[in-house]
């Protein structure tokens, strides 16, 4: 049997490891998370418990590490804190192990400080970030704010940041609604503290979904716009993207941009309502040959998008934290106001009677 033995052990130090075996599959997405954490006085010392394990969780199950995602925490309180900067850790299991490890800080909640830090000094370049890769924002909150989180937020998506909310607590829907990226179907999520656990799988293929465009792809279809995503195919030295935009059914003007060879992903704004537009993406390499990639995207009818309502009331109806009715899951989503009129049965409001109602920004599921 020892020649066997000898001849296993030779065998397996020359064989290379399968990609499990190393850690990360020979192929992974690359990114930039950011989790932000709401460490306020506002949030109990269980409910700050429960989201970290919940982060925890998440972290655990995403390829984080060198070459793959990396990973940064943020506290929000009177003044943001950050808890590790990205590419401290190269595990999944180290974050997690940060992440459980992570003390509640207290103070305000000072949410819009701690976004415009997280632009400053966690996703800009000169801070450390990687050039070139999608950058995720995951944040979560009880659903309120000391200071205005609206403007920071859009400067975080203006630079193409993909922004996750959850929400645990009754929060305002339409601020969050706008502070999430479109769809807010995908994008928002309220959650009861004790019920994070049900949207962890959800979350995590939502934000690999954001972290590794396998080709030409769009996101954020508005009836205005809509944002592009690609794959990185070149690097500043080696070429340049040709990205044309034009009507599918019509003649009209030829839409194009000129984006350097580390662009992997452009917004596009100012568009017709209900239309469907032929995008054409073209690398222009001074190395090798690279085929163009093409993608049909409709824009969504005006007004479509909407809130729910009464027709005598100016306020967005909210649904009651305290007791929630049967017909309302703990668990939930926005969804768009296309989704509530396919199917075909009168909106009905919490007490199970029909209501009348008008067209506003964003709908409520209640069904």
């Known amino acids: 049997m020892l020649p066997w033995t000898v001849l296993g ?88 192990d940060a992440i459980r490890a992570a003390a509640q800080r207290m103070g305000d909640t000072n949410t819009g400080l701690a976004l415009a830090y ?130 599918s059914a019509k003649q009209g003007t030829v839409l194009r941009q000129q984006l350097p060879g580390n662009a992997t992903g452009w917004a596009w704004a100012g568009l017709d309502p209900d239309t469907e537009y032929n995008v054409e993406l073209m690398p222009e390499s001074n190395v090798r040959l690279l085929r163009p990639q093409h993608l049909r995207v409709r824009t969504l009818p005006g007004g479509l998008a909407c809130t729910l309502v009464p027709e005598a009331s100016t306020q967005p109806l909210e649904v009651p934290k305290e007791k929630p009715h049967p017909s309302v899951t703990r668990a939930w989503t926005p969804q768009p106001c296309g989704a509530l009129l396919q199917r075909g049965r009168p909106l009905w409001g919490l007490a199970g009677s029909a209501f009348p109602y008008s067209w506003g920004w964003r709908s409520v599921p209640l069904l």
């Not at 998370?33 to 998440?58: K, N, P």
């Not at 199950?61 to 190269?90: C, D, I, N, R």
Request: glycine share 10%; net charge negative.
């Open 9 to 96: 052990l030779a065998l397996s130090l020359r064989l290379p490891r399968s990609g499990a075996e190393r850690g990360l599959p020979a192929s992974v997405p690359q990114g930039d998370l950011l989790f932000l954490l709401d460490s306020s006085a506002s949030v109990s010392h269980y409910e700050f418990s429960r989201v970290r394990e919940f982060l925890g969780q998440l972290a655990a199950l995403l390829p984080l590490g060198p070459g793959a995602l990396h990973a940064s925490l943020v506290h929000v309180g009177s003044q943001p804190h950050t808890e590790f900067p990205f590419g401290q850790h190269s595990s999944g299991s180290t974050v997690q």
């Open 118 to 247: 997280a632009k400053e000094q966690l996703f800009a370049e000169e801070a450390g970030a990687r050039p070139g890769v999608p950058k995720v924002l995951v944040w979560v909150t009880d659903g309120g704010s000391s200071d205005p989180v609206g403007p920071p937020m859009q400067e975080l998506k203006d630079l193409g940041v993909t922004v996750f909310i959850v929400s645990t607590g009754r929060g305002n829907l339409l601020e969050l609604s706008a502070a999430a990226s479109p769809p807010a179907e995908k994008h928002l999520h309220f959650v009861d503290v004790d019920d994070l656990h049900m949207i962890t799988q959800e979350l995590r293929g939502s934000v690999l979904d954001a972290m590794w465009p396998q080709q030409l792809r769009a996101s954020e279809v508005t009836s205005s716009g809509f944002r592009l995503a690609w794959p990185p195919l070149l690097t500043p030295d080696s070429g340049y993207y040709v990205l044309e935009l034009m009507p």
